[in-house]
């Protein structure tokens, strides 16, 4: 596999990962507005995964859906942070503003790649991605103080240098005001047994019928 | 043979699946039409990543293609050519007329939450002291704000 349809899948396997995570919370978060907001964030995420698989699809010569759902979990190429299953509210925003902080070095990054397609897809993503980035600081703020963000920051944080490469590492912590020697708990590859489970649900009706088409 | 003109106007008789007020030319995510013999070529450029009724758009486009007696090819591209800006005035005036407040222009600036939250103006009343109440909407192109002049909840195209 060429190192470019390696990663594309990568950050397509965030981004759908997370956006299943994201829309754990659909029909019981805290309030209405925030049910709306995941929802709709997670609707985005898997947006963006489609789009990558697609390119990475057509290098590899195979369909978005089969890279999405045919591999078998320890195939996935996602970060740890991502795949955590934390339906608590503390954790859940800890994660959305590591995630999105990270995403946001990611983004800048791929924008300025020489690969016209990857750059392209990296400027279109980030016109939707500011709104995550809102939303997730808005909430970094408001919850600034209390004891339990913190202490889900200070858990998760460790995670979450493995979604950017190691030279944004720095930067990373630098903007989330974070102790940058920080022992990385995890890379890109390594999974938890969390994964699993989210990926028998999320294909369970894709291998009930091999092959059909909806 | 059909010409490109043809296309075009066969195009704008399709209504946005989700706003059926506008069409898919008024929403600006036809590229361009590229006629060959009785091959046609749309370039499609969608609006947001996520949307659920870009592959209603897709279909919608090549039945009206072969209503004309072509055939279609729809590619879709993933680049960063669409954005709001790319909403026809037409297209901006239908969305209001119908109770969504059009998209405000696009910034070279990045975006700031303190310029959302305040200043749009009611699609109903006209009124500018409303409020924003979600970033998110029923679907991923929308925000929710609130009238309190009228006191109306109305929905925002989101700027992208």
Known sequence: ?214 | MVTAEQVWDALAEIPDPEIPVVSLVDLGVVKGVHVDGDSVRVEFTPTFLGCPALEVMRGAMEDKVRELGAEPHVDVVLDDSWSTDRITPAGREKLRASGFAPPAPRKAQPLQLVELQRGFRCPYCGSTDTALENLFGPTPCRSVRYCNACRQPFEQFKTI
Not at chain 1, 43 to 69: C, M, S
Not at chain 1, 175 to 184: E, F, G, I, K
Request: aromatic share 8%; proline share 4%; hydrophobic share 40%.
């Open chain 1, 1 to 214: 596999m060429s190192e470019r349809a390696q990663r594309l899948i990568e950050y397509a396997d965030d981004e759908l990962i997370l956006g299943w995570r994201d829309s754990e919370w659909t029909g019981i978060a805290p309030s209405l507005e925030e049910d709306v907001a995941f929802s709709s964030i997670a609707q985005n995420e898997i947006g963006h995964a489609r789009a990558l698989y697609e390119l990475a699809a057509r290098d590899l010569g195979t369909t978005a859906d089969v890279l999405a759902f045919d591999r078998d979990p320890s195939e996935y190429r996602c970060a740890p942070l991502v795949e955590l299953r934390k339906l608590d509210w503390a954790h859940t925003i800890a994660r959305h503003w590591l995630y999105e902080t990270a995403d946001e070095l990611r983004l800048q990054a791929l924008k300025e790649s020489d690969d016209e397609e990857v750059a392209g897809l990296a400027a279109k993503m980030d016109r939707e991605e500011v709104y995550h980035r809102l939303h997730a600081q808005m909430w970094a703020d408001r919850l600034r103080d209390e004891p339990r963000f913190r202490e889900a920051v200070d858990e998760l944080w460790p995670y979450a240098p493995a979604v950017v490469d190691e030279n944004l590492r720095p930067t990373l912590a630098k903007r989330l005001n974070l102790p940058s020697d920080t022992l990385s708990l995890g890379e890109r590859g390594d999974h938890s047994d969390e994964l699993r489970e989210l990926w028998e649900e999320m294909t369970m009706v894709r291998r009930s019928v091999p092959g059909a088409t909806w």
